[in-house]
Structure formats: C-alpha cells, structure tokens
C-alpha cells in the first residue's frame, strides 16, 4: 500500500513539475517572441526614417539638377567616365585580393609545413623509442613463449624416456618386494 502511494505521490510530482516546465517554455517562448517583433518592427522604423531622409535628400539634388541642365548632363558625364576607372580600381582590388589570398596561402602552408616538420622532430624519435621498447617486449614475449614450448617439448621426451625407466623400476621394486616376501617366507619355513 505504502508503494502504490508513493508511486502516485512520484506521479503528482512529475505532472506538477512538467506543467510548471511547459507554462516557463510558453512564457519564454511568448517573451522571446515579442521581443523580436519589437526588434523587426524597430528595424523596420529605422529602414522607413532612413528611406524617408533620402529620398528627401535625394530629392531635392533631382529637383536642383532639373533646373540646371548642364550641371545635371556634367554629373551623367562624371559618372560614365568615373565608370571605367572605378571599374578598373575594382578589378584591381579584386585581383591584388586573390594575389594577397595566393600568397598568404602559400605563406600559411610554408609555416604549417614549418610546424610539421618541428613536430616531426619530436614524434619521429618517439615513435623510435616506442618501436624499440616494443620490439623488446614483443621479443621477450617471443622469447618466454618460445622457451616454454621448448621446455614442454623437453619434458614431454624425458618422461617418454623415462617413463619406461620408470616402469622398469617398478618392475624391479615389485621383483624386490616378491624377492623380499619369499626369502622372508624361506626364513620362516626354514627354522620351523
């Protein structure tokens, strides 16, 4: 009983604690949300002011340049001769630019290759010792595995050979004691 009432205790709990969760996310959500309405509608204001006051700016230039007619034709005539050294000078920028990228790439590239042979300097001896301890170890292993098989072979041929040594021996222990029970046996009969 006591279980089922702390599982429902557990269960309100979680219940309570999930709609808390869900109203602070809407609530942030509803925040954030206006905030960036307020954002996009300070924005545009600000896109609106600043269209206003040009288009007024550039209004009245319009207007000055439509009553004098030279000076309106003088500044077509500077923005078409402007256009081809502004062309160029853009041209210029653009091409000094992918010079500049070329050449700090091949810069970047000298000193990575700068920085890989540094660290080949460390990693090329390390890698040696490691290679080194390594073999030794690997030798050693090689070694004691090698002499165990070796040792079980050995000692599988000396039991092999000795083991007929051994059965001989038995033989001639079991031919002792038959020996022994038959002079004892003699001994007794004889001084009877």
Request: net charge positive; hydrophobic share 45%.
């Given at each position: ?16 604690a ?10 942030i ?9 307020a954002a996009?509608?300070?924005?545009s204001?600000?896109?609106e ?8 700016i ?5 207007d000055?340049l ?22 160029t ?8 630019f992918?010079?500049?990228?070329g ?37 050693g292993?090689?070694?004691?595995w ?13 039991n092999?050979l ?30 009877e």
């Open positions: 009983m006591a279980d089922q009432e702390r599982k429902e205790k557990i269960q309100q709990t979680a219940e309570r999930t709609a808390k969760a869900t109203q602070i996310s809407q609530g959500s509803s925040n954030t949300k206006e905030r960036v309405q996009a509608g300070y924005g204001e600000m896109a002011h600043l269209s206003e006051s040009t288009r007024g550039f209004g009245r230039i319009y000055f439509n009553k004098v007619p030279p000076l309106k034709y003088g500044v077509y005539t500077m923005a078409a001769l402007s256009a081809i050294p502004l062309a000078f853009l041209g210029f920028l653009g091409i000094s992918a010079v500049l990228c050449i700090a790439t091949v810069v970047v590239s000298l000193l990575e290759g700068g920085a890989v042979l540094i660290g080949g300097t460390f990693l090329i001896p390390t890698l040696f010792v490691a290679g080194v301890i390594t073999f030794f170890i690997v030798g292993f090689l070694l004691a090698v002499a165990s098989f070796a040792l079980a072979r050995l000692w599988a041929m000396i092999y000795f083991s007929f040594t051994a059965d001989e021996v038995q033989g001639d222990m079991t031919g002792v004691e038959t020996g022994i029970k038959k002079g004892y046996q003699r001994g007794r009969n004889w001084e």
